[in-house]
């Protein structure tokens, strides 16, 4: 899932933002592709997305208590082992000068609705029932967007991960589902346009790209032609659609090649991946 939620994000790193024109000439999964609107990221290089699932997935391994303070110790961790761009400014400004999970929570404001606690919730999903999926879900999110919209945009690309993993229905129905669990029938309705910073946003992208099924490289473009921030929609799509019986694993080797694999990158990942529950 990890390799899968990784190369979403690098790939829609491509894209982020960028005008129709771009996306519609390069959306073809043909290899990764230099964003004009930020073009420092080099091309295959996953972004915060990635390395914040990846904080959360070593903190689920290795059995520590899954406090406010232990997950704010793992973000500082994993940033200041391997900084990278891909943070929005602020927030990447902020991480820079804290260097403990207590300080961290000190000094955060953890009032935003934007889709942060949503990119980097997918190894929650793994958990093995919905109580313990919504519980860790919602620990991890009020860390830093204890909000009403940034919490339930978490519990639904969790929920996402957890239906299709555990084989729960047709993933056709996936944002049925989770808008039985969430009481809201907004996660049912289907996303149209572009994708703005709101969790709400970006998750109802990425239920709408996965319910679309057929194979992992469909649900991938499918996610970049909404346009706007689709690095966030595509690794919370892959991440679900990666355990999906239904979805056809044909992720182009081009990008699974080309995905970085430093210290951190695709093998270091997938080992962490294979110890997830």
Not at 5 to 20: N, Q, V
């Amino acid at each position: 899932m990890l390799v899968e939620l990784a190369i979403g994000d690098a790939y829609g790193a491509g894209f982020e933002y960028a005008d129709a024109d771009h996306v519609s000439r390069h959306n073809t999964l043909a290899a990764y592709v230099r964003n004009p609107v930020h073009p420092g990221l080099a091309p295959g290089r996953y972004t915060d997305d990635t390395q914040m699932a990846l904080a959360l997935a070593e903190l689920l391994v290795s059995g520590a208590p899954w406090t406010a303070v232990s997950i704010a110790s793992a973000f500082t961790t994993a940033f200041h082992r391997d900084p990278r761009e891909g943070y929005a400014r602020g927030f990447q400004g902020f991480l820079g000068s804290v260097r403990t999970g207590e300080e961290f929570l000190a000094r955060i404001r953890p009032d935003s609705d934007k889709s942060g606690a949503a990119m980097r919730v997918a190894p929650v999903g793994l958990l093995p029932d919905v109580a313990d999926v919504l519980h860790h879900s919602d620990v991890q999110a009020r860390v830093t967007h204890d909000t009403p919209d940034g919490l339930a945009s978490a519990r639904a690309a969790a929920l996402a991960v957890h239906y299709c993993h555990r084989g729960l229905g047709p993933v056709a129905d996936v944002g049925a589902w989770v808008a039985d669990r969430l009481g809201s029938p907004v996660w049912a309705t289907p996303w149209r346009g572009a994708v703005g910073a709101k969790g709400v946003m970006s998750a109802r992208a990425a239920l709408t790209a996965l319910a679309t099924g057929g194979s992992l490289s469909a649900v991938l473009r499918a996610c970049v032609a909404f346009t706007g921030d689709v690095d966030t929609v595509a690794a919370i799509a892959l991440a679900a659609a990666s355990g999906s019986d239904e979805i056809a694993a044909d992720l182009p080797a081009s990008l699974v090649d080309g995905l970085e694999d430093g210290p951190f990158g695709r093998t270091h990942l997938s080992a962490v991946d294979a110890l997830l529950p």
